[in-house]
């Protein structure tokens, strides 16, 4: 059991170039996430998702981009990269959007620097 | 909009003291509270979570409290030990779709 798979682990991009961040969970749960991280700003939500099909926008989803065409994976597209995309970001999963509680399990991590 | 306080941000304990980690929130409607621990360069890893509904949560040495009414929790730590270094950020949930709102965290350093 694998949990919830992040890749790539670091990334170097140069402005304006695209790239998608992987994420995939085995444990059969239909909520996603997607945070962000940076100093100072604690984790901030970009997109998530109830199930496969629907997306949603969070606090910060301008220059990124989401689907969900199978329960197992969520990636996230940056459409033209930029610096003040440079930040590690967290896929994150739930069984259900239930807000009454799960236990929500994160993936390791990617660290993406824009330059 | 919520927001999630945690001070301070930064915490040094001798080995076996026991310490208390707060947060605070400043929109009392939330549907839950989560502290999470997380060790440098890795994820989150949930710790205890307390329903709206809830007062406390216990799992080992560790006590979370929830005052909903004060916007205010704790995370209870008991006799700590060097390996529970790290950081701890407590979030909560106010909405429908399970979003969270988290602290900045406290980064915990506990001395041998």
């Known amino acids: 059991n694998a949990g919830v798979t992040q890749t790539p682990k670091f990334q170097v991009l140069k402005t304006g170039q695209s790239m998608t961040l992987q994420c995939a969970q085995d444990?059969?749960?239909?909520?996603m996430s997607w945070y962000r991280q940076d100093p100072g700003m604690g984790l901030r939500l970009i997109h998530y998702?109830?199930?496969?099909?629907?997306?949603d926008q969070g606090e910060v989803p301008n220059g990124y981009n989401v689907s969900r065409s199978t329960t197992e994976d969520f990636p996230l597209r940056l459409l033209s990269a930029a610096p003040s995309q440079t930040s590690v970001y967290f896929c994150?999963?739930?069984?259900?959007?239930?807000?009454?509680?799960?236990?929500?399990?994160f993936g390791e991590g990617s660290w993406l620097t824009v330059v | 909009k919520q927001e999630v306080t945690q001070i301070p941000a930064a915490l040094s304990v001798p080995e076996g003291e026991n310490l208390v980690l707060n947060c605070s929130f400043t929109?009392?409607?939330?549907?839950?509270l989560q502290w999470f621990r997380q060790d440098p360069g890795k994820g989150l890893t949930s710790l205890l979570l307390?329903?709206?509904?809830?007062r406390e949560q216990t799992s080992g040495r560790l006590n979370a409290s929830l005052d909903k009414s004060s916007g205010r929790s704790t995370l209870y730590i008991a006799a700590s030990q060097p390996g529970d270094s790290a950081t701890y950020l407590c979030?909560?949930?106010?909405?429908?779709?399970?979003?969270?709102?988290f602290g900045k965290g406290i980064t915990l350093s506990v001395r041998p």
């Open positions: 444990m059969n749960h239909e909520y």
């Open positions: 979030a909560v949930c106010t909405g429908a779709n399970s979003k969270l709102t």
């Open positions: 307390i329903q709206s509904s809830q």
């Open positions: 998702s109830v199930g496969a099909g629907i997306t």
């Open positions: 994150a999963s739930s069984y259900d959007s239930n807000p009454s509680g799960n236990t929500i399990y």
């Open positions: 929109d009392s409607a939330i549907y839950n």
